[in-house]
T-cell receptor
Framework: EDKVVQSPLSLVVHEGDTVTLNCSYE??????LLWYKQEKKAPTFLFML??SGIEKKSGRLSSILDKKELFSILNITATQTGDSAIYLC???????????WGAGTKLIIKP | GAVVSQHPSWVICKSGTSVKIECRSL??????MFWYRQFPKQSLMLMAT?????????EQGVEKDKFLINHASLTLSTLTVTSAHPEDSSFYIC???????????FGSGTRLTVV
């Protein structure tokens, strides 16, 4: 059975700290791994990863995929209160490119 | 953990026909469910919020007569794409919010191709 597991489930840090969010997966016919930030009802797309070892960066956020060990990490440096959100990891897999979602990591940044 | 089942996972239909997509919460009750459409570059657009026992709330620009939403029970919401056209071809995703809880659980999506 395909599954995506995110850890930790929740995380509280102070502004300025660096955080690392984890996403591990076991799926059939992996296509890509996606990271989203959800603050309201619609998740905002962050990254799409398809190749191992290539870091993607956007400002203070970066992410990398390890297809051998079947996981990805999302790093946020110099965190700000606006980074508080639920971060979702989803894996595209199968012949229909279905999305298998993790449960999310709830990140709270304290001022 | 909470599971949302979405069916079908893949459908091809002829232009002008209607397609129904189901979103079920398998082990929890969901007063509120959400329907999204995935656009290029993986961005998700919220189409509507489905509320059990009442009319859905549609986002601006979404035709409610084209995308019919029914949330008849606490575990099932359906999205019917009526008179589908090729431009409706997309990946549709639902999510469910457990009654009384804050988290969202997402379905695996339905890939619709209109030919």
């Amino acid at each position: 059975e395909d599954k995506v597991v995110q850890s930790p489930l929740s995380l509280v840090v102070h502004e300025g700290d660096t955080v690392t969010l984890n996403c591990s997966y076991e799926v059939t016919n992996f296509r890509s791994l996606l990271w989203y930030k959800q603050e309201k009802k619609a998740p905002t797309f962050l990254f799409m990863l398809t190749s191992s070892g290539i870091e993607k960066k956007s400002g203070r956020l970066s992410s990398i995929l390890d297809k051998k060990e079947l996981f990805s990490i999302l790093n946020i440096t110099a965190t700000q209160t606006g980074d508080s959100a639920i971060y979702l990891c989803a894996v595209e897999a199968g012949s229909n490119y279905q999305l298998i979602w993790g449960a999310g990591t709830k990140l709270i940044i304290k001022p | 953990g909470a599971v949302v089942s979405q069916h079908p996972s893949w459908v091809i239909c002829k232009s002008g026909t209607s397609v129904k997509i189901e979103c079920r919460s398998l082990d929890f009750q969901a007063t509120t469910m959400f329907w999204y459409r995935q656009f290029p570059k993986q961005s998700l657009m919220l189409m509507a919020t489905s509320n059990e026992g009442s009319k859905a709330t549609y986002e601006q620009g979404v035709e409610k007569d084209k995308f019919l939403i029914n949330h008849a029970s606490l575990t099932l919401s359906t999205l019917t794409v009526t008179s589908a056209h090729p431009e409706d071809s997309s990946f549709y995703i639902c999510s469910a919010q457990e009654t009384g809880a804050g988290g969202y659980t997402f379905g695996s999506g339905t890939r619709l191709t209109v030919v």
